[in-house]
């Protein structure tokens, strides 16, 4: 039995258009109830940064007799890693997204760093929720089922620690929503190659790789496919060869337009950021399976481990199957190709679609392993394939659907699918703001034993606000930070009122009113005296959600 008829005979109806609305407007309103509730990731105030710096840049580029530049630079200074860019350093990354956050901050007057960065978070979500739009699109090309690609959006939202991060990782969903948008128009362009489709998978895939240079793969998949194309059909390049050139012309166009540091050497400075970004400098160590590992120099099984243990068990499940299905049908295909035979590469468009998913997901795998790139963070580098990994469960489910024949089997997991929704609504309110420290049932236990927790330093706000409540502020309070996580970034999400008595010490001086950790360490912490919490001071208060603890708080007796 066909897909359509599992679900629905008529997809078309105004009833299914009514729930599509639906269902997004839900999730679009769920955001914008919540969004503030999370705290302030380590890395939000370089990326503010970032935007303000290429802000005053490009103003006095343009407009350099503006009486307010003077002004303006004074105001960037005070911000961290100001200097450090001035001096020339970071200018290389791609500020694309964090300029856009600035122009926001001056277009609705904000002022405060605490109503900058809940902006900032609102805008980091709305960019997912664009993605999931686009993600929903890809899903109904590929099935034509508006119900079933409800479903699929569904989990793609929902999957716990994504959830979190789409209002706080300004880098890697930001990416991954834009690689998103440059999949669709390149899986519409197998519909129909038009230069419309074309110029705008160039756009987002431009977009796209000056956040991240590993977005460069998605122009070398649509050269990897074209290539296929031209070898089974001679007349293809010819009939074409348009699109082709237009395709490259321009995504480098775009690419130079939107990254600054290109502007005056766009060929070096592209090489010289790519070999920046394929094996960055990273000198820490992660915490990995109990133990401190360099960064540099992880396990093979790093990101295999972390997006088992970090994703529910039954999007795993069915991630496997449907890699399992579609890396047989390429194997197959391919050992059937031969020059005499008609045989093609893949039988018909929705097994192309399927076949370039699947090189989306390994291709960068394999650039990790050839450049031996430095990944740390859990698996957050390569977030960006969680789309793709999405697709195969979408493949992986329609599959198993098709190959049912008994109706009450169809009624069981019709029943199990609706359990599994539950469970993914339950998991992200019971975690709620803490939705990034979720482990799935095999290891949540002991995951504080194995792996890194709240890395992001999340929740340190939830530990500031915790002091704020109980103690008396008319005097000056002092709090040592006994983890690397820097405790003193979380007061900018505060209220400066709430934060003005605070001193934070860092981790060197001792005899504060408060210890604070929350057990992120750059490296073993056993040979580190700063992070020996003394003995006369008692625990007052423990964030924690489930098994997992995530930080903790100590006052002097």
Same mark, same amino acid.
Request: net charge positive; aromatic share 24%.
């Given at each position: ?23 997004? !407007? ?30 005053? =840049? ?35 990354? +791609? ?12 277009? *609705? ?19 997912? *929720?664009? !993605? ?51 999949? @669709? @128009? ?12 074309? /110029? ?9 790789? $000056? ?7 998605? /122009? ?46 766009? #060929? ?36 295999? =481990?972390? /997006? ?42 929705? $097994? ?8 989306? /997901?390994?291709?960068?795998? *394999? ?15 390569? @977030? ?5 990994? =999405?697709? =195969? ?32 609504? @339950? ?7 803490? $939705? ?69 010490? +860092?981790?060197?001086?001792?005899? $504060? ?19 020996? #919490? ?24």
């Amino acid at each position: 039995m066909h897909l359509n008829k599992l679900f629905d005979k008529n997809n078309e109806k105004k009833s299914v258009k009514f729930l599509v609305y639906l269902f997004f !407007s839900f999730f679009l309103l769920v955001g914008i109830i919540i969004y503030k509730d999370y705290g302030l990731s380590i890395d939000e105030p370089f990326h503010r940064t970032t935007g303000h710096f290429w802000y005053y =840049m490009l103003i006095s580029k343009f407009l350099p007799n503006l009486e307010s530049l003077t002004t303006f630079k004074s105001y960037i200074n005070e911000m961290e890693w100001s200097y450090d860019f001035f001096d020339g350093k970071f200018n290389e990354y +791609g500020p694309i997204f964090d300029l856009l956050s600035v122009l926001f901050e001056y277009l *609705f007057n904000i002022t405060s760093a605490e109503q900058a960065y809940k902006l900032k978070h609102f805008l980091t979500f709305i960019t997912f *929720f664009t !993605s999931g739009i686009f993600f929903y699109k890809i899903i109904n090309l590929r099935f034509e089922n508006k119900i079933f690609t409800i479903l699929i959006t569904f989990f793609y939202f929902s999957s716990p620690r994504i959830f979190a991060e789409s209002f706080y990782n300004c880098k890697d969903i930001v990416f991954m929503s834009f690689c998103v948008l440059s999949i @669709y @128009y390149l899986l519409k362009s197998f519909e129909k190659t038009s230069l419309k489709n074309i /110029i705008l998978f160039s756009l987002f895939s431009a977009i796209a790789t $000056q956040i991240r240079v590993m977005g460069v793969q998605l /122009i070398f998949l649509y050269l990897i496919f074209f290539l296929f194309e031209v070898l089974e059909n001679k007349n293809y390049f010819k009939k074409y060869k348009l699109v082709f050139f237009v395709c490259f012309l321009s995504f480098f166009f775009f690419l130079i337009l939107f990254w600054p540091f290109l502007w005056e050497n766009p #060929i070096a400075n592209f090489v010289k950021i790519f070999f920046i970004f394929s094996n960055y400098h990273w000198n820490f160590d992660v915490f990995y399976l109990g133990k401190y590992v360099k960064a540099s120099n992880l396990p093979w099984h790093y990101i295999p =481990m972390w /997006i088992f243990v970090s994703t529910p068990l039954m999007y795993i499940f069915f991630y496997i199957i449907g890699i399992f299905i579609t890396g047989r049908s390429l194997f197959l295909n391919f050992l059937n190709l031969s020059e005499t035979s008609d045989k093609k590469l893949w039988n018909e468009k929705n $097994q192309k679609k399927d076949f370039l998913m699947f090189f989306y /997901i390994f291709s960068p795998v *394999f650039i990790i392993i050839i450049f031996n790139s430095t990944i740390y963070g859990g698996w957050r580098h390569l @977030y960006f394939i969680y789309p793709g990994l =999405m697709y =195969m469960f979408a493949l992986s489910v329609n599959f198993i659907l098709n190959k049912l024949r008994s109706y009450k089997i169809k009624k069981i997991i019709y029943l199990l699918t609706m359990l599994f929704c539950i469970n993914n609504i @339950y998991i992200l309110i019971k975690l709620h703001p803490y $939705q990034n420290v979720y482990f799935n049932y095999v290891v949540e236990k002991k995951a504080n034993r194995l792996f890194e927790i709240d890395y992001w330093g999340l929740a340190n706000r939830e530990a500031i606000n915790y002091i704020i409540n109980t103690e008396d502020l008319k005097k000056n309070i002092s709090i040592r930070t006994a983890s690397f996580t820097p405790l003193s970034y979380s007061k900018k999400i505060l209220k400066e009122n709430d934060t003005a008595k605070f001193q934070f010490d +860092g981790t060197t001086n001792l005899n $504060q009113d408060y210890v604070f950790t929350n057990y992120h360490y750059e490296k073993d912490p056993k040979f580190l005296k700063k992070y020996f #919490i003394p003995k006369d001071y008692k625990k007052v208060f423990t964030i924690k959600r489930g098994n997992i603890i995530i930080n903790e708080i100590y006052k002097k007796n």
